[in-house]
């Protein structure tokens, strides 16, 4: 694998430094050369090579767009003072950025840090926060648009305890631009999130979410009733793309979560970490995908009934009249982020495929996380034409994974440039990749392939084994036991939580301070942003009273006197105290 020293080039330097040993500048380079990580660390199929764009960006990566000048523009995960774009310019040709800038400041009363969204069309620079599509016109060869930043449409519905409302956006080749409204609630339960609670049925939130609208890219100011309802039944989108080849748009969906803690006389942990599928949709004009009556089991390879509609993991019910995937990959692996290839200068095999960025879980406790690497699938006559491939992997760094923040990167955006350079983002430190192809385009195949197919044999991508591969301890039991049955999947096993999610629960006085409050977080729930150590989370904390007062007393005791906390116990009876007082 081009991945790993070239042994020949190593001998060579070393016989070089000892015949010049008097000359200390060639010890230097020759070191610094030979010892630097290979690609940037990262693992791609032989023949094609990865260089540092920027080793870091304030504000952190989410997606990016390309121009034809090579202008690199990319969306921030927060505005700031500085602006919520930044953009990046090579001049030498090296692939480093030498020239980066900021703009774009706006303000919302939002505040979710989770604003995704950017293209180049027609002439401008979409992008999006949470709730507002903007754009600039550029300018050919000038870094910054020099014109007002406009506003093209606005998100009007109430959303102060509302899940799933990124922006991303896609654009055909007549003019529309798509965009989806996501499901403002895990599985349209009622109350939310509430162990053993039925769906609401018909679901209310379809009429105005768990879909795809589509817009007019070039008129102003617009709302929801402006465009027309394309899709439904689609509960959360980051990735999603209009493909050329087949004139036709396509998703990758986030699919539900909790199906352990919702469900746990139906599912154990292992079906709870590996389901329900993340679909990879063809979506057209009237089609449904069937949330949130369905989900996919990529394992059973068929939808099956939910729970919340009196599912039990096999009744397919009323699910025979959705649509299906065209893949099903595993749960929890965090799509977000898809392109089209279009270009000439990847090896013929890869025209017309996709590529899918997989941010990585952060939920399939007790089992190690998962994902974490960019995806291909091959495409023909506007349908997979094999599995999906692994082609970059590495950004975690680490394997088994067991907490979403022991991964040093976490690939989020992908763009092409029009040298056929490849951009990679990641959302932890906010670091670029540009992926170029040097090797022999004609003798690309099934040996490089295979390379790459072994990566699927490590823990972050493998299907893990039920009891291999349970990270929980043997012989837990109390609080702790609870803990990691319950509460681990999104606060992680080492209590750090997820970067714009999952708030830790390690020294913060949310778990060392006000024993009421932590205790009727506990019984009922959490919704809307909170800031904790500076940083805004805005995932959903639901309500654990299915819980004994023994159990939540024993539970709260543990996180209270581990990751880092010293506070007092909680006693059966203060829970049951408040719980009576509800």
Known sequence: MNNQPSTKKHTICIKL????????????????????????????PDGFEVVTVVDSTEGKVRHMAVTEDGFLYAKLRNSSAKGSITVFEDTDGDGEANTIESFGSYRTSQKWSYATGMHVYNGYLYFSSELVVYRYKLKPGTLVPEGDMEIVFTDDHPHGKHEHIGKPLAFDDEGHMYIPFGAPSNACQSPKRTPGAPGLDPCPQLE????????????????????????????????????????????????????????????DPWQSALLPSEEFIRVTEGSDFGWPYCYYDQIQEKKVLAPEYGGDGLIIGRCDQYDDPIIGFPGHWAPNDLVFYQGDTFPERYKNGAFIAFHGSTNRAPYPQ??????????????????YEVFIDGFAG??????????????????????GGMYVSDSVKGKIWKITFTGDRENF??????????????SHIRTPDRIADNLMRENVSGGEKTYYTYCSACHQNDGGGATGRFPPIANTDWVNGDKERLIKIMLEGME????????????????????????IAEVLTYIRTNFGNKASAISTDEVKSIRDNL
């Not at 800031?531 to 159990?551: A, C, I, R, W």
């Open 398 to 419: 680490v394997d088994p994974l067991e907490s979403v923040n022991d991964a040093v990167y976490r690939p989020m955006g992908i763009a092409f440039g029009p040298d």
């Open 208 to 267: 105005d979410h768990a879909g795809i609208w589509r817009f007019d890219a070039n008129k102003l100011n617009q709302t929801q009733k402006d465009g027309v309802k394309y899709a439904s039944g689609i509960r959360s989108v980051v990735a999603m793309d209009w493909n050329p080849a087949d004139k036709n748009l396509y998703v990758v969906v986030h699919g539900r979560d909790d199906l352990l803690r919702l469900f746990p006389d139906k599912y």
């Open 528 to 551: 809307g942003s909170i800031q904790v150590h500076g940083e805004t989370y805005n995932g959903v904390m639901p309500q654990h009273s299915f819980l004994s007062d023994k159990d």
């Open 370 to 387: 998962s994902g974490y690497f960019v995806g291909f699938v091959p495409f023909e006559n506007g349908k997979p034409s094999g599995g």
């Open 17 to 44: 430094l000892l015949v010049l040993l008097a000359t200390p500048i060639l010890l230097v380079q020759c070191t610094k050369k030979e010892n630097g990580p290979k690609n940037a660390g990262l693992f791609v």
């Open 445 to 458: 195949g099934s040996e490089q392939l295979a390379q790459m197919e072994l990566r699927k044999e490590l």
